[in-house]
T-cell receptor, first 112, second 116 residues
């Protein structure tokens, strides 16, 4: 079965870079996603990467995908206090990617 | 454009009582999802609809949970009777599943359920 794992917690100083790591097990995953969840809110899609790519950059966000090791990371450059939240990675199954399996989330705390 | 709307935002009930959650997806989105998010965990899919058809309800506890999407737009998720372990956040999501861009799911704010 599928299993997505993330570290529980990350503390970073404002202005530094944050790197959140994720491992997954389903080699057939077509898309991999990063979502952000602030307290009391739903999940906000940050970015996604197609499985035939190894990197995607979107402003302050950089996604790296190592398909051989089934490892996904999200780098946030110049981390701001507003980046404090829980970050979830998710893998999508199959060609249509209809089913998402989420990791347990990484709580990021940005210290001023 | 309005996002996914859910109501109520919070619900407190006693165990054995029924409860219902409502979701209105983004206009034009054919696919609707219900997830349950337990404290400190990621969301887990309960049921997925394509229009009015439930195409994946394998994770829905059918003894007490039911869902419907009669006209293929808004949806209701019901628990009857509720148990203490049902306390969680129930998230609704929708997607249009446009070709070539993967399954971009947009989430509502969720309904936080507390069963006493």
């Amino acid at each position: 079965g599928e299993d997505v794992e993330q570290s529980l917690f990350l503390s970073v100083r404002e202005g530094d870079s944050s790197v959140i790591n994720c491992t997954y097990t389903d080699s057939s995953s077509t898309y991999l996603y990063w979502y952000k969840q602030e307290p009391g809110a739903g999940l906000q899609l940050l970015t996604y990467i197609f499985s035939n790519m190894d990197m995607k950059q979107d402003q302050r966000l950089t996604v790296l995908l190592n398909k051989k090791d089934k490892h996904l990371s999200l780098r946030i450059a110049d981390t701001q206090t507003g980046d404090s939240a829980i970050y979830f990675c998710a893998e999508a199954e199959g060609a249509a990617g209809n089913k998402l399996t989420f990791g347990g989330g990484t709580r990021v705390l940005v210290k001023p | 454009e309005a996002g996914v709307v859910q109501s109520p935002r919070y619900k407190i009930i006693e165990k054995k009582q029924p409860v219902a959650f409502w979701c209105n997806p983004i206009s034009g989105h054919n696919t609707l999802y219900w997830y349950r998010q337990n404290l400190g965990q990621g969301p887990e899919l309960l049921i997925r609809y394509e229009n009015e058809e439930a195409v994946d309800d394998s994770q829905l506890p059918k003894d007490r949970f039911s869902a419907e999407r009669l006209k293929g737009v808004d949806s209701t998720l019901k628990i009857q009777p509720a148990e203490l372990g049902d306390s969680a956040v129930y998230l609704c999501a929708s997607s249009s599943n446009p070709t070539g861009s993967g399954e971009t799911q947009y989430f509502g704010p969720g309904t936080r359920l507390l069963v006493l």
